[in-house]
């Protein structure tokens, strides 16, 4: 083997050449620290997030061909690159050149909020549109699958998109063979006829057109070097690894001779993520590269061979060829393969993951294994001593030696037989998502009848998810030869397959019983779509199917993606032509944000001597600290020091709110993440090295407390409960003539920004200042702790936020913390200090929503109107206070939501508990509280025989009224918003064609719920509503302005440029704003609370007036002068250019001792409707269509405000659907990353969805009459989560379940699946509770 010199690669057209490359660097880190692109973001390093996505572009001097493809660039080893082009964001288009028409539109049509996803998913498209000019819808939601944007909702990334798309007219996707377009929905008149009033927020016409002849050429170099280059192994030695790339079969068979237990890496997507994860290492790797013999696919007359080194996609692509030339009944395994490969993770790992890879990875959740596995595949194999075949059976999978490759073998091709006429294939999975999530349990089933009869002559079934790896029920499978196809034998299936596969209780991964109800669903499923297809072949005994029962194997309905947006402009007479407030601006970070120019805390270059910090964190959720020993992190090269308590003595506390909290814990741990040292080293890598090699020794402590109720069982508590009390309720439920009593729990939520938790800290070597550049929302606070931490005044500490990469509450207080830290180790050794956190570090540090119970007792009458009502509220704080009382407090005066009852007594808790401290989280208490009243609301319609919207409507605050803490209420534009949500969702037409539905369909259900809103905006004190600007003009006539506000995605600083344009009149192009910082304005709020443009806007305002005022003798002066001539003249007259301007807060109390106050300014009204559709024998849920309408009041930027309501309705979808949270009964988190937590992805989005604001009012006194929309949306999700609900209820009642239905938040596929109680959830083993120790504990 030849020690090649050097690797080469282009990036962006450039050649790169590395002589001494580390084979464990990953592309991500090497663009962002070596080649210093920083538009290729990094989001959670495991494949999972779609962040780091380039193209990656290859010549195949064979077919003569050039290939791109998106690629994850966090798991692409940079040795595997060698004679690749990469492209990055970087490369496609900039600010400075020519910014590329998918940068572009991306931005115009304000796809990107944060913009921290925004390079992904841009290079997404980009590799789509290189590869498709013209791609279809399907091609376009397919290739972002792997992106995730935790803050638009998506809708706007898929508009910006469809305008490449070839037809817009006709969906593309036809259900019965007719066009959605013609058909409407469930026969029902199409949205835009009833609503005609649409206007778009972008302009089509202004885009640049798509010219394939721009984009950059892939390199001749690299075409020459493939050509004619001969083809030699490749070595690359690092420090601890070595890279071995084979470039033909026999040097592969020599490399892996050579050395036997060295992974043959293809993807990396799986032995990348168990090297970072689970600390695995490798000395030696192999990686073949262009090696005809494993790149190749045959059909013959009864197989298809796929070579081990296609790509998944590559695979997929040829199932689709051969599926269309071979006759139906050849094909039925390729479709089931087919099937699964399209919701196989997201494209970019299908890209990068082979066959091979996947095969011999035998995860336990593998979705192709437990089909090839039935399908009595071959594995083709190869060494130096020879070739040898081994079937892919339950033995190869469990690796029995006998049956397992060989340390020295190579897996070459497998071989996939042709399906016969009476043989019938299909695959099954469910997920806690549709898409990009891996599978709680899937299956492969295949059946083989002889000719023309339905007696079971062949009988294979396999499952995933339930044991260490793909399990085969091989001997129930045994037991069945023989048997007719009918109900007895489902019935014996069922029962065998039971007994052979099982799950003990405390079986890894958790929802035991789920899985176990899943396992026979699949089977039933099975039954049911063979049954369906020989009755059409005609054997003689075969069952007819009831009509009923055939929507148990169809998939779910989807219609292609739409979507309306109304809303008016307000129309002011006096209004300036260019005067910018009430357009939909584009967000100005916009195009920056995807052309990835847009700096975010980490992008910031290296300072010089630069050292890197990294925590060492509690691992026991209650324990005393006997012993930390040091010393071997220490002696680690490149270790610096590692800061602990010891170094912190006397600034080791800082108070928060009104809790002192500890910066680092030596003595005692009160929950699994907290900050025990840190680790300082001259780079990351040796950081985390060497905090892995901190060994801290704990003994457990008693009571270890992680849920509500334990906290309740031991008196837990932060301080006493609040309560707010109006009318008297004991009285009233003397009069009620109904009284129900109820609970429901509510499930956390991670705050998932994108940018993880970010600081450098840069001491400035003169009269102890310090520079602390840091991802928060709370700039002072930072400066306050760090300030403290380093015992200086407040005016040596200097705090800079330019932007954030989202943040939803989540980055102030352990923010700070962190910072206090860093800063203390940048200070000690005088040198700037960085910390940027991994995902699965921040998510285990960083707390979340708070998780609730809440507790309720409604007294009411037969018509529905709800009389007395009293309630407990009870939130999991963790460990430390925080803000845990503000949020039971905000829960508390938010609960009755769009309510009025007349008698009401709600007490809170916030409990202490083991968990990391909970924190603020957009919404902060109201979905919770929100959702409590909600559900209490729709089992008193239950109890009433009514509709839940008829109960919604009949308790509403109608006109004007009081709170329970009696602040006058008018609820005129509330009332508007729900009818306007009945009549634009045809709301009584879909209900009727929904039970229409139901009744046709006994395994589908449909379900439709509207629910309103009333969110209060306000910050309960005047002090913390006060807001300062800064603005200059400046002699040229340019300003400069500044607030205190933090843009971290919501467009802050695009509605402020908007003020300063109208105030002063001048265009939005001659105003600038450079970031936040504490030095430009002291003293600021935090950045939440929905309030931020309104507060920091009415204080920019104020700014310029003041500089208007001053101003006017000489504008009056010179009234056709330009701002030029006006700054001149002011300066020669010696009139400050210069303003200052303040907002003092809005008038706002709150007493708790009384219970009453005005705590909040204004209310967002608002209405959702979504409707629906599950599978009741999976759990799998569809959001079919969702139509909001919301009270904005007059909107400053109606495109800003609009993805304001989607994103928060998206993240509360997420909260009430499929984000869920799994703990051990140790307290540790399980879910620390995208691969085990799901947010929402572009699958979950409603496919139809319809936005409309209420026409502009001028009511509030806030800045322009604008509301601030940051939060409410949120809430808005469970309309969502009562659809579910409905249609669960449509399905119970169905079997008979009349019973009261509880349904816990969030509504995952398992608690969706469990609620639909049909004869195999009876059917399954159910462990007694106390008898296993479950994997996971409900938080
Ligand atoms: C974010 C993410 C999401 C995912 N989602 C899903 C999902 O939804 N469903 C699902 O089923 N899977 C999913 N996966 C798993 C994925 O399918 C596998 O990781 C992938 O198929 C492995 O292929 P690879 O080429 O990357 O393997 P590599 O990581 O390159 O190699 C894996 C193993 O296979 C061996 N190997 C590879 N090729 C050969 C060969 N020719 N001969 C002998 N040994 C070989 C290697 O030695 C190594 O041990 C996901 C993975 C990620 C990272
Ligand atoms: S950072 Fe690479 S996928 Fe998330
Ligand atoms: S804009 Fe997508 S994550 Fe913020």
Redesign the pocket.
């Given at each position: 083997m030849d020690r090649a010199a050097e690797l080469l690669f282009y990036v962006n057209g450039r050649k790169v050449i590395e002589k001494n490359v580390d084979p464990e660097t990953m592309l991500l880190p090497y663009l962002r620290k070596k080649l210093r692109l920083t538009g290729t973001k990094y989001g959670c390093g495991?494949?999972?997030c779609g962040a780091c996505t380039v193209m990656i572009s290859r010549y195949n001097p064979t077919i003569k061909r050039i290939s791109h493809h998106a690629a994850?660039a966090c798991?692409i080893p940079i040795c595997s690159l060698y004679g690749a082009a990469v492209t990055t964001i970087e490369g496609i288009g900039s600010t400075k050149a020519r910014i590329h028409p998918v940068q572009e539109r991306i931005a115009k049509c304000h796809g990107t909020q944060c913009g921290f996803c925004t390079p992904g998913m841009v290079m997404s498209i980009y590799t789509l549109l290189r590869n498709h000019p013209e791609p279809s819808l399907e091609q376009l939601i397919d290739a972002l699958g792997?992106n995730l944007c935790r803050c638009t909702g998506y809708r706007p990334i898929i508009d910006a998109c469809k305008t490449f798309c070839k037809t817009s007219g006709c969906c593309q996707s036809r259900e019965n063979g007719v066009c959605y377009l013609d058909q409407g929905i469930n026969e029902l008149p199409e949205f835009e006829e009833v609503n005609k009033i649409s206007l778009k927020l972008f302009s089509e016409e202004e885009f640049l057109p798509l010219d394939p002849t721009q984009e950059l050429i892939f390199p001749p170099e690299l075409m020459i070097m493939a050509e004619k280059q001969p083809q030699r192994t490749r070595i690359f030695g690092g420090d601890r690894m070595t890279w071995i790339s084979p470039t033909t079969l026999t040097a592969l068979l020599e490399a892996k001779f050579k050395y036997p237990q060295?992974?043959?890496?293809?993807?990396?997507?799986?032995?990348?993520?168990?090297m970072k994860l689970k600390g695995v290492f490798h000395p030696v790797i192999i990686s073949?590269d262009g090696i005809e013999e494993?790149n190749f696919a045959n059909c013959s007359h009864n197989e298809l061979t796929l070579g081990?080194?296609l790509?998944?996609t590559q695979v997929q692509y040829i199932l689709g060829e051969v599926i269309q030339n071979l006759p139906e009944e050849k094909t039925r395994m390729y479709c089931a393969l087919l099937k699964?490969l399209t919701?196989?993770?997201?494209s970019q790992?299908r890209n990068?993951?082979?066959?091979?890879?996947?095969?011999?990875?035998r995860?336990l959740?593998?979705?192709?294994?437990p089909l090839l596995a039935v399908g009595n595949c071959t594995l083709n194999l190869l060494s130096k001593k020879g070739k040898r075949q081994v079937p892919l059976n339950e033995e190869f999978l469990r690796r029995c030696p006998s049956a397992d490759?060989k340390p020295e073998?190579?897996?070459?091709s497998v071989k996939i037989l042709h399906s016969r006429k009476w043989e019938f294939v299909s695959g099954f999975r469910q997920?806690q998502r549709q898409q990009?999530?891996?599978?709680v349990v899937?299956s492969g089933m295949r059946v083989f009848f002889g000719e023309g009869g339905d007696i079971i002559r062949e009988l294979s079934i396999s499952y995933?998810g339930v044991g260490p790896t793909t399990v085969c029920a091989k001997n129930s499978c045994r037991k069945l030869i023989g048997r007719p196809w009918n109900e007895e034998m489902l019935d014996a299936a069922c029962r065998l397959v039971l007994d052979e596969v099982t799950l003990p209780g405390s079986a890894p991964g958790g929802r035991v019983e789920f899985k176990r109800t899943l396992i026979v669903s699949f089977l039933f499923k099975f039954y049911l779509e063979v049954s369906q297809i020989l009755k059409r072949m005609g054997p003689v005994r075969s069952p007819g199917l009831a009509d009923k029962c055939k929507s148990a194997f169809e998939d779910l309905h989807s219609r292609h993606h739409c979507s309306t947006l109304k809303y008016e402009q307000n129309v002011d007479s006096k209004k300036h032509p260019q005067d910018p407030i009430g357009q939909p601006i584009m967000h100005l970070s916009g195009i920056k944000h995807a052309t990835g120019e847009a700096i975010y805390c980490d992008d910031m270059p290296t300072v010089d001597r630069e050292l890197f910090l990294s925590f060492v964190t509690s691992s026991r959720a209650h324990a005393k600290i006997v012993s930390i020993d040091l010393s071997e992190a220490l002696s680690l090269p490149g270790v610096v020091d590692i800061v602990t308590e010891e170094h912190l003595r006397g600034v080791n506390s800082f108070c928060i709110l009104t809790e002192p909290e500890k910066l680092l814990r030596t003595e005692e741990v009160s929950c699994v993440g907290q900050l025990v040292c840190a680790v300082i080293a001259e780079s990351e890598v040796q950081a985390k090295q060497a905090a892995k090699r901190v060994k801290v020794v704990y003994q457990d402590l008693q009571p270890l407390i992680l849920t509500i109720e334990e906290a309740i069982q031991h008196n837990s508590f932060f301080e006493t409960e609040r309560k707010l009390e109006y009318g008297n309720v004991d009285e009233a439920f003397k009069v009620v003539d109904h009284i129900l009593e109820g609970e429901i729990h509510i499930g956390g939520q991670e705050h998932f920004y994108m940018e993880t938790q970010s600081m450098l800290v840069v001491p400035k070597g003169e009269d102890q200042e310090i520079d602390v550049y840091v991802s928060t929302q709370f700039p002072k606070y930072i400066q306050d702790i760090v300030a403290s931490t380093l015992k200086l005044p407040a005016n040596k500490v200097m705090c800079h936020v330019k932007r954030v990469g989202g943040a939803f509450g989540g980055k102030t207080y352990k923010t700070g913390i962190m910072a206090a830290i860093t800063a203390f180790a940048a200070n000690k050794h005088g040198r700037a200090v960085r910390c940027v956190l991994e995902r699965g570090e921040d998510m285990l540090i960083t707390g979340g929503r708070h998780p609730y119970l809440g507790k309720y007792k409604a007294g009411f009458m037969n018509d529905g109107r709800i009389l007395a009502l009293d309630m407990q509220h009870y939130s999991n704080g963790g460990a430390s206070l925080d803000e845990s009382l503000l949020v039971i407090e905000m829960g508390l005066l938010k609960m009755e939501n769009a309510y009025k009852f007349p008698n009401l007594r709600c007490r809170a808790w916030a409990c202490r508990t083991n968990l990391p401290s909970n924190t603020a989280l957009r919404g902060f208490g109201f979905p919770q509280a929100g959702l409590i009243t909600e559900s209490c609301i729709t089992e008193v319609a239950a109890r009433c025989g009514l509709a839940p919207e008829k109960v919604r409507m009949i308790n509403m605050y109608k006109e004007i009224d009081q709170t329970p803490y009696k602040q006058e209420i008018n609820a005129k534009n509330l009332i508007q918003c729900w009818k306007e949500c009945m009549d634009m969702s045809s709301y009584s037409l879909r209900k009727a064609a929904v039970e229409k539905f139901n009744s046709e369909n006994y395994w589908k259900k449909k379900g439709l719920a509207v629910v309103p809103l009333k969110f209060p905006v306000g910050l309960g004190s005047v002090a913390a509503g006060q807001a300062a600007a800064l603005v200059h003009i400046y002699l040229d006539g340019s300003v400069l302005v500044t607030h205190g506000g933090i843009e971290m995605g919501q467009g802050v600083h695009t509605k402020m440029i908007q003020v300063v344009s109208r105030e002063l009149r001048l265009p939005m192009s001659s105003i600038h704003l450079r970031g936040t910082s504490t030095e430009t304005v002291p003293n600021t709020n935090i950045s939440g609370g929905s309030t931020v443009a309104d507060l920091n806007g009415l204080a920019v305002k104020d700014a310029c007036q003041t500089l208007l005022k001053r101003l006017e003798p000489i504008i009056s002066k010179n009234p056709q002068g330009t701002w030029k001539d006006w700054a001149q003249a002011a300066f020669d007259e010696s009139i400050s250019l210069s303003a200052t301007g303040y907002f003092r807060g809005y008038e706002s109390n709150m007493s708790w001792e009384t219970g009453e106050g005005h705590p909040f300014e204004y209310f967002v009204y608002g209405a959702a409707c979504s409707e629906v559709e599950i599978d009741c024998l999976t759990g799998a849920h569809k959001n079919i269509r969702t139509d909001m309408v919301m009270d904005v009041g007059c909107s400053i930027n109606p495109a800003l405000d609009i993805g304001q309501i989607e994103g928060a309705f998206t993240q509360g979808v997420g909260l009430y659907t499929v984000e869920e949270l799994h703990y051990s009964p140790q307290g540790v988190l399980y879910t620390r990353g995208?691969?085990q937590y799901k947010i929402p992805a572009i699958c979950d989005m409603p496919t139809e969805l319809h936005i409309s604001l209420l026409p502009p009012s001028q009511s509030s006194n806030t800045l322009y009459s604008s509301k601030g929309l940051g939060e409410s949306g949120i809430f808005l999700g469970c309309s969502v989560f009562f659809a579910i609900h409905d249609a669960v209820n449509a399905a119970r009642q169905e079997r008979g379940l009349f019973g009261p239905l509880k349904l816990n938040s969030p509504l995952t596929p398992e608690k969706i699946r469990m609620a639909c109680e049909d004869k195999f959830t009876k059917m399954i083993p159910k462990d007694k509770p106390g008898s296993y120790v479950p994997w996971n504990v409900p938080i």
């Open positions: 495991t494949g999972g994850n798991l792997g060295a992974p043959v890496v293809m993807g990396n997507t799986s032995v990348g993520p168990e073949p494993l081990a080194g790509s998944l699964h919701t196989l993770a997201g790992i990068m993951a082979s066959l091979g890879g996947h095969i011999v990875s995860h959740d593998s979705d192709l294994n490759l073998e190579i897996l070459i997920a990009n999530a891996l599978a899937n995933g995208p691969n």
